[in-house]
């Protein structure tokens, strides 16, 4: 699995490590999904998808977004240990969503995300 997280609101996305050159296909339409998921409307995807036309992946340079990527491996690690039945990696994304992040006082990446979202009109 990679773990691709947004620095700027810390929403995350869990794709397939599987082909990597297909990456970034995967990772938009995993991030189209999470949108939708989480309600935020169309036209603000529409564009945040035009936004990722050209992807670059790197490490990240921010011990922030570091810090809190371990943070969320750990925590999907021992999400998919206590899982009873089938695991998909939208449910984690979900589940790291609505967690509290120090860095950004307190705030969850989702209303980060919307709030950035709707700032970008």
């Not at 899982?83 to 006082?105: H, K, N, R, W």
Request: glycine share 4%; aromatic share 6%; hydrophobic share 45%.
């Amino acid at each position: 699995m990679v773990l691709c997280t947004s620095e700027r609101s810390l929403l995350s996305v869990i794709v397939p490590a599987k082909d990597l050159p297909g990456l970034p296909l995967r990772l938009a339409e995993s991030l189209a999904y999470l949108l939708h998921r989480i309600r935020v409307p169309a036209p603000a995807i529409e564009r945040e998808l035009r936004e990722m036309a050209w992807v670059r992946f790197a490490p990240t340079a921010s011990r922030r977004v570091l810090g809190h990527m371990n943070d969320f491996a750990f925590q999907v690690e021992h999400m998919a240990a206590r899982g009873t039945g089938p695991l998909y990696m939208s449910d984690f994304a979900e589940q790291l969503a609505v967690t509290p992040c120090g860095s950004i006082d307190y705030e969850r990446p989702i209303d980060m995300a919307h709030r950035l979202l709707s700032a970008a009109r």
